[in-house]
C-alpha cells in the first residue's frame, strides 16, 4: 500500500496544461482558473489529487524531507539543542500559510481582473512550550494563535480588496486547513522496506 501512495505522488498529475508564467497574456492564471474550473466542471480533470511528503530523522532534531523532486532540512535552533541546519516545523507552516495566501491572491485577483502589482504576506506565530512538553494539559502543543499582514501593491478600490480577501480567505487551502477539523489518522510500522 505504501508503494502506490508513493507512485502516486511521485509526480503532481496537473489538471490542465503546463506553460510557462506569463506565456498567456497579462493574466495567465485567469486562464489556469477558467479552465480548471472548467474541467472540474465537465468531470475531465483529476479530483481530488493527493499530496504527498516524507520525512526521515538524520540525528538529532534534523530531518530530511522529500516532496516531489525538492528536498527540504528542518531542525531546531541552537537554543533548543537542535543545529540550526533548518526551519522549525513550526515555521514550515507558517510559510506554507504565507505562500498559499499569495498564491491564492494571484487566482482569484486574476479572475476577477483585479491588478496586483506585488503582494507579500508577514505572520507570527505565539507558542508556548507548556503544551510541546506536556507541562501544563491546558495549553496547546501548537500555536496558540497566529496573526500577520498581508501586503498589496494595487490600485484598485479598497472595497474591491476587501471583497477579494474575503474570496481569498474562503478559497485559501492551508488557511482551511488550519481552520477546520482535518482528519489525520498515524499508524506505525517496524518496517522500512515499503518507505524507503
Given at each position: 500500500m505504501m508503494n502506490d501512495v508513493r507512485n502516486e505522488?511521485?509526480?503532481?498529475?496537473?489538471?490542465v496544461e503546463e506553460t510557462e508564467p506569463g506565456s498567456s497574456g497579462d493574466k495567465p492564471f485567469k486562464i489556469l482558473y477558467e479552465t480548471t474550473r472548467a474541467a472540474l466542471k465537465d468531470g475531465t480533470a483529476k479530483t481530488p489529487i493527493k499530496v504527498c511528503v516524507s520525512?526521515?530523522?538524520q540525528s538529532g532534531f534534523r530531518s530530511h524531507i522529500r516532496i516531489r523532486n525538492f528536498?527540504?532540512?528542518?531542525?531546531?535552533?541552537?537554543?533548543?539543542?537542535?543545529t540550526n541546519a533548518g526551519?522549525?516545523?513550526?515555521?514550515?507552516?507558517?510559510?506554507?500559510?504565507?505562500a498559499c495566501q499569495e498564491m491564492t491572491w494571484r487566482l482569484y485577483a486574476d479572475a476577477m481582473d483585479i491588478d496586483l502589482r506585488r503582494i507579500s504576506v508577514e505572520l507570527e506565530g505565539i507558542q508556548d512550550l507548556n503544551?510541546?512538553?506536556?507541562?501544563?494539559e491546558a495549553v496547546?502543543?501548537?500555536?496558540?494563535?497566529?496573526?500577520?499582514?498581508?501586503?498589496?501593491?494595487?490600485?484598485?478600490?479598497?472595497?474591491?480588496?476587501?471583497?477579494?480577501?474575503?474570496?481569498?480567505?474562503a478559497h485559501c487551502p492551508v488557511l482551511d486547513d488550519l481552520i477546520r477539523k482535518v482528519p489525520v489518522a498515524l499508524e506505525i510500522s517496524r518496517s522500512f522496506n515499503d518507505h524507503t
Open positions: 505522488c511521485s509526480r503532481p498529475d496537473l489538471s520525512s526521515e530523522s528536498e527540504i532540512i528542518s531542525d531546531q535552533p541552537f537554543g533548543f539543542k537542535g526551519t522549525k516545523p513550526s515555521e514550515l507552516l507558517l510559510a506554507g500559510l504565507a503544551g510541546f512538553l506536556g507541562t501544563n496547546p502543543a501548537g500555536f496558540q494563535s497566529i496573526n500577520g499582514t498581508v501586503f498589496i501593491d494595487s490600485d484598485t478600490s479598497d472595497a474591491e480588496l476587501e471583497k477579494l480577501q474575503q474570496i481569498v480567505d
